[in-house]
């Protein structure tokens, strides 16, 4: 079993910066890909970041230039970078892990992040 816990979320005013964290444990295997997710009151969850073991990232088209996600694999952590910051982007955030070629992934439980304007 895998277990992954979020970190970082809070309060902050839009054009400002917050980084998660996301910290994985358990039976990780060396070929994963990590990602964050968020979900906006009455919207679907969406893929916001994700990156691959090897480096390979992924980034939605409203947070490209914006946010960066990175990892350190020896730590098992994954972050979330998040500058200029918008209201729009106000959303429970969640990591995730799976296996490489895997579609079932594990989820945290999510941290809030709240963008004032």
């Known amino acids: 079993q895998v277990q992954v816990v979020e970190s970082g979320g809070g309060l902050v005013q839009a054009g400002g910066s917050l980084r998660l964290s996301c910290a994985a444990s358990?039976?990780?295997?060396?070929?994963?890909?990590m990602g964050w997710y968020r979900q906006a009151p009455g919207k679907q969850r969406e893929l916001v970041a994700s990156?691959?073991?090897?480096?390979?990232?992924n980034y939605a088209d409203s947070v490209k230039g914006r946010f960066t996600i990175s990892r350190d694999n020896a730590k098992n952590m994954v972050y979330l970078q998040m500058n200029s910051l918008k209201p729009e982007d106000t959303a429970v955030y969640s990591c995730?892990?799976?296996?490489?070629?895997?579609?079932?992934?594990?989820w945290g439980q999510g941290t809030q992040v709240t963008v004032s304007s």
């Open positions: 358990g039976r990780i295997v060396s070929s994963n890909v």
């Open positions: 995730s892990y799976r296996r490489t070629g895997s579609l079932i992934g594990v």
């Open positions: 990156i691959t073991s090897g480096g390979s990232t």
